[in-house]
């Protein structure tokens, strides 16, 4: 195949995909060296230089005919069509190939990137003879992630130390779209909301949290009726829950606040919403635990009834549209139980013998549950509860 004769263009009247040019080199430097660029595998700082030879490897690319890498154009903000980013796939089997792309700063968060995937991997399919094409990215960049789902493709999973990014192994996320499949996102993506009351407040777990996130689990309150549940306990678990905190609301399975002083916006506990992706589509249970300095002063019953709130909100209103949420304590939990109790919820029953403790005793597991017709009633208007931990 000839460069650049022989490239094809595509179009889909908002983005054009194209052969690069001389001209786009300045843009490349520019996007490049722009900080979101480095949760890709590309060199920094990178020079003209440097960014006329990546070009002059690609245009040979072409005439051995792999991979296949396209600039990408839209416009911008005047209305002005120019350079956007770039994108491509490489074959790395017959039938199958990896796709990667990078958008420039000006044209992020416009749709440019998630158009140009549709795009090449149209083209790919009918074109290029593949059948399967293969996303891969750095563990936590969820805006490439946004593209790849919003285009159908299914998460397949998080590989351990297999991304290469200046001299350092990380771990990476990857997912695949086959020529079959349907271009629409697989799985619903939970809304996580930042919601308060004025006193308390949900909000993502962000850094400045680790040392009072790992105090609450270490607790040995905590850890006697915690101990054997999935919580971040060491610094390097928890930087990964920050890291990949988008993740599990992106595949409908999970979501995770910190609960936060409204005032001090300091961390005084955790709430997580989970089991949406159950064989019950409609209701989803909840666990909660507070750091030792903010138990008894009502943070964990008024971060519940903000997450009852947004569960039982309607889809179309931003909300989760549940019909119920449960939760379950351990028996002997006081103070886990008159939480569910202070905001309404009804006992429903026993798990017997299932819950294993620190100390190696195996208790029952105390059931409660709410429906979404009891909380739009009198029970969201209970009391706070006199403690809040659990």
């Known amino acids: 195949m000839r460069f650049p004769e022989d490239v094809p263009v595509l179009k889909d009247g908002r983005v054009t995909l194209r052969a690069h040019r001389p001209e786009d080199i300045d843009d490349l430097v520019e996007q490049f060296n722009d900080p979101e660029s480095q949760l890709t595998n590309i060199p920094s700082p990178v020079t003209k230089e440097q960014a006329a030879d990546y070009l002059a490897r690609h245009a040979t690319a072409w005439e051995t005919g792999n991979p296949c890498q396209f600039a990408v154009e839209a416009d911008d903000d005047g209305g002005v069509r120019r350079f956007a980013g770039w994108i491509g796939v490489n074959e790395k089997a017959p039938g199958i190939a990896e796709i990667g792309f990078v958008t420039h700063p000006r044209t ?31 563990a936590g960049n969820i805006a490439s992630w946004r593209v790849a789902w919003r285009n159908g493709f299914s998460f397949e999973g998080v590989s351990r130390g297999t991304e290469p990014r200046r001299g350092e192994l990380l771990d990476g996320w990857r997912a695949t779209l086959l020529s079959s499949d349907s271009r629409e996102p697989k799985t619903r993506w939970l809304p996580r909301p930042r919601l308060s009351d004025g006193r308390v407040v949900l909000r993502p777990v962000q850094v400045e949290d680790e040392a009072r996130c790992l105090e609450t689990v270490q607790d040995r309150d905590s850890d006697l009726w915690l101990a054997d549940l999935p919580l971040s306990r060491n610094s390097a678990a928890f930087r990964g829950q920050v890291r990949d905190a988008e993740l599990a609301p992106s595949l409908g399975r999970s979501v995770q606040w910190a609960i ?34 903010s138990r008894g002063r009502g943070y964990v019953s008024g971060a519940l009834r903000l997450a009852l709130d947004q569960a039982f909100a309607p889809e179309d209103a931003g909300g989760y549209g549940l019909q119920r949420v449960s939760l379950g304590a351990g028996d002997g939990n006081v103070a886990s139980q008159a939480v569910a109790r202070a905001c309404g919820f009804t006992e429903t029953g026993r798990d017997r013998r299932c819950y294993r403790l620190s100390d190696d005793r195996v208790v029952d597991l105390v059931r409660f549950d709410m429906l979404a017709e009891e909380w739009a009633g009198a029970a969201r208007h209970a009391p706070p509860a006199p403690v809040s931990h659990g």
């Open 260 to 293: 936060a002083d409204a005032e001090t916006d300091a961390y005084v506990g955790g709430l997580t919403m989970f089991g949406f992706d159950g064989l019950d589509q409609l209701s989803a249970e909840v666990g909660y635990r507070s750091h030792p300095d």
């Open 108 to 138: 992020r968060r416009r749709g440019v990137a998630m158009a140009a995937v549709r795009l090449i991997v149209d083209w790919a399919f009918a074109e290029r003879n593949i059948d399967t094409v293969v996303w891969t990215t750095i």
